[in-house]
């Protein structure tokens, strides 16, 4: 009897067929898993969600050494010396760096757990990651209000939050008149900004879809080891 039972759950847990319909829609949703499964496709099904969250992982550093040299430029452009000579606080200066620099770091770490979570097939790796995607999208909202208030203002705080360009500005004034192209370079930051807030969020899709698709792997692997069914419908 138990040899019939476990033939029978071998047989239905192979890739659908049209044959094997029926009896596969009496299993439970948790085992019916297919590998390739276009809820398992992103990219308008162009990519495995593997592979996707792959590609948004490398797109992601591009974007994280984009932020790090923008910085470390504009801190090396920072004229300290004007500074001292008029008695101002840098401190305008050095904290949107040191945000960037903390915001790269966090970056770098969660996109490092989440090619391990890719790699090892753990889901719960990739949770820091979505985490800090959500976090992301707020915060490039906020850079773009923030940049489109400077630019309809002039006021110098939102010049320095934005982080875009280097100036020195007048002491006991709030606001700057730019050159043309530190506006250039404000222009572009808000693109920049801007084209970052869509990916991010069809980014977070794409890792969302990646987490659900190790959950459910995960599952069907704790079932076929508990039924010792052979894993047919899973890739290495």
């Given at each position: 009897?138990?040899?019939s039972?476990?033939?029978?759950i071998?047989g239905?847990?192979?890739?659908k067929r049209?044959?094997e ?20 496709r ?11 969250a792959?590609?948004?992982?490398c ?11 923008n ?6 452009q920072?004229?300290?010396r004007?500074?001292d ?5 840098n401190?305008?200066?050095?904290g ?8 790269v770091?966090?970056?770098?770490l ?41 630019l ?18 007048h002491?006991?004034?709030?606001t ?35 987490y ?14 508990a ?10």
């Amino acid at each position: 009897m138990r040899n019939s039972y476990s033939g029978y759950i071998r047989g239905v847990l192979v890739r659908k067929r049209p044959s094997e319909a029926s009896n596969s829609d009496a299993l439970p949703k948790s085992v019916q898993f297919d590998e390739a499964s276009e809820d398992y496709r992103c990219c308008c099904d162009c990519f495995h969600v593997r592979t996707g969250a792959m590609i948004v992982g490398c797109i992601e550093l591009g974007l994280l050494g984009y932020f790090l040299i923008n910085s470390v430029f504009l801190i090396a452009q920072h004229d300290q010396r004007y500074f001292d000579a008029t008695q101002q606080n840098n401190s305008d200066v050095i904290g949107p760096f040191a945000g960037c620099m903390a915001g790269v770091g966090l970056g770098l770490l969660v996109i490092f757990l989440m090619f391990v979570g890719i790699a090892r097939k753990c889901a719960i790796l990739l949770v820091p990651h979505i985490a800090v995607q959500v976090l992301s999208i707020f915060c490039f909202l906020a850079m773009i209000i923030c940049a489109i208030i400077a630019l309809t203002t002039n006021r110098t705080i939102f010049y320095r939050l934005l982080n875009a360009t280097p100036f020195n500005s007048h002491p006991g004034q709030n606001t700057v008149e730019l050159s043309t192209e530190n506006y250039v370079r404000v222009y572009l930051t808000l693109a920049v900004y801007v084209c970052a807030l869509g990916l991010e969020c069809w980014f977070t899709a794409v890792i969302v879809y990646c987490y659900r698709y190790l959950k459910e792997r995960c599952a069907y692997m704790r079932y076929c080891q508990a039924y010792s069914t052979p894993m047919k419908t899973l890739s290495p």
